[in-house]
């Protein structure tokens, strides 16, 4: 008996089942009730009395190990079945996808450099909704009421309520900013906009703004042209000059085209600066006194400036890309030849 013991007890602890029916042979073989433990109780009632005792002994430990090793296989079964589960369609045998690391977006660098020269010299973010109401987008900065810019060629407007449009400048996120907020004001607002532009290499119908607006008692334009001077050669390069040519927006009084001298080394730059070394980068000027007093800040009081520009121009100039479409093309060849700024 002893030694039958010992055998099964071999048997048990080396036991593999890889599959259903080997941990039902298990079962059978030493768990059931016909099973080899079970002939071996039956057994019992031919062994002497006085090695009874011991040999009960026996059985009952060899049946609890054969009991734990069952619920061993089980669990062992079950948990490499989990792992051995192929969903349908899924083969194995294709080669692997090749990880490849992506590559931050030209347009999000050239705005996350805008923002550091601005919050450098103390403006925070301000950001707003992209559809907008006529109030904000229109109305608020001093758009005479048949202005062109309001007009269906230009402005995506919501057919059912034509109050409510996609906003075409940033430039309405500056007037939540004055309604919510005291001066002094230094805010730049980055953004998306749109117009209703056909997609070429030189217009899209979505693209992003920079703005900002500095709000305090004598604000003058020569903070107004310090500043930009300022952010020109820290995004340009030390040497680089400016200057502002009068221009028209109805939102500011006197208003100005930002321009950085690009210089004339060759055939591109004389292209790009129609000859005359000059590149426009954005537009800028003094706030109209109807804008603060439309946005509840008192013009006796308070002066400011405001000025935009688009962060794709500024990419486009940095960076030498000549089509605005390739920046919506997610193509990693080009997304991944930028560095940092
Ligand atoms: N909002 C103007 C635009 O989209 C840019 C601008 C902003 C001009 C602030 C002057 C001052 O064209």
Redesign the pocket.
Known sequence: MKQKVEALKKEIVAYIASSEQELEDFRMKFISRKSVIGDLFLEMKNIPAEEKKEAGKLLNELKNLAQDKFKELIDGFNSQQGDSKIPEGLDLTLPAVKDTIGAEHPLNRVKARIIEIFERIGFNLSEGPEIEDDWHNFSALNFPENHPAREMQDTFFIEKNPDIALR????SVQVRVMENQKPPIRTLSPGR?YRNEAISARAHCVFH?V?GLYIDKNVSFADLKQTMLHFAQEFFGKGTKIRLRPSY?P??EP?AELDIYWGLKNETDYRITKGTGWLEI????MVDPNVLQSSGIDPEEYTGF???MGIERMAMLKYQINDLRLFTENDIRFLKQFVSL
Do not use: D, I, K, L
């Open positions: 075409t400048h940033t430039s906009v703004q703005e927006f939102f500011t208003s954005g537009g800028c000027g405001a000025f935009g």
